[in-house]
């Protein structure tokens, strides 16, 4: 007991550090900058698991740990895989898959979100001496794609750190952007009722250089940041059978979110909740999951305040 405590409070020494560090670069009041970061899709939960609690920071693992905590996958025994699909708000779908295998000392793992937003219909001006709006003048088509490579390894029996480095692109009509983001998480599991802990730095890296034209002005077309996320998640078994957990959310350009879940495993199913005091807008989760052996499928619903119901589904492997 002595020795968890002890860890315990080393880890938790670390993670102050790293939530005051998170304070300052992710100030309180960035809610001003909402549209100000590029890439936003990548700050949307695509995996069902995670999204009906909300985060699983704490809690992530195998294949499905490459979405949430990369450090998640350094528990992999096997190769695992996993794939999913989001049904996003305005006929928006985002897809995923990921793949994991032990080698070079740890685990390495492959993944990919892409993006389709459908058609969008294009519309103009027309006219010389008096402009008029002319709607319906055909469709273009925009996406985003997210290339993900990670490594993790288990320093100890209840200590795994993490990365992911990804290539990120975006397609609107004939206009392209692309950069490079990274992701660097850990996990202590503290040995004592099932209570493990975890925090990411994700979405992190350069800033991405407009696409305005030669000798425009910065102040016109500034360059535009990552959406660095930082989350941090702790979750413990109440009585037999649940766990509940909190999580901290927090976006460079939104507020601080706090979310409580819970997850209640009755043989081979579980059924999980998420509630989120802080974002109105999405604010209830629900979700379950059926374990069969090696394979797995989960499914999730996100209530939105003015566009009905996300729905996410995903379904994993493991051989």
Known sequence: MNSIMKNTMKWLTLSLVVIS??????????????????????????????????????????????????SGIAGSEGMGFTAGMTQWLVETQIMNVGFVMPMMGGVVGLSMVSVDYGDIMESGWAGTTEFVFEPNQGAFTATDMSLQASFAKSLSDKFSLGGTAKRVSQAIDEVKLSGFAFDIGTQFDTGYRNIKMGAVISNFGPDLASQADEGANYAEFPAMSLPMTFSFGVTGEAIAGLNVGLNVLKQADMEQEFILNGEYAVSIASLRFSYNLNNPQQDVSFGAGVNLGSISTNIAMTNTKHFGSVMRFGLGYNF
């Open 21 to 70: 560090f998170q304070s300052i670069i992710l100030a309180e009041g960035d809610n001003d900058k909402v549209g100000s970061s590029a890439f936003k899709f990548l700050n949307i939960q695509t995996d069902a698991h995670s999204a009906a609690l909300g985060g699983l920071s704490a809690q992530a693992s195998g294949a499905n740990a490459l979405f949430s905590n990369p």
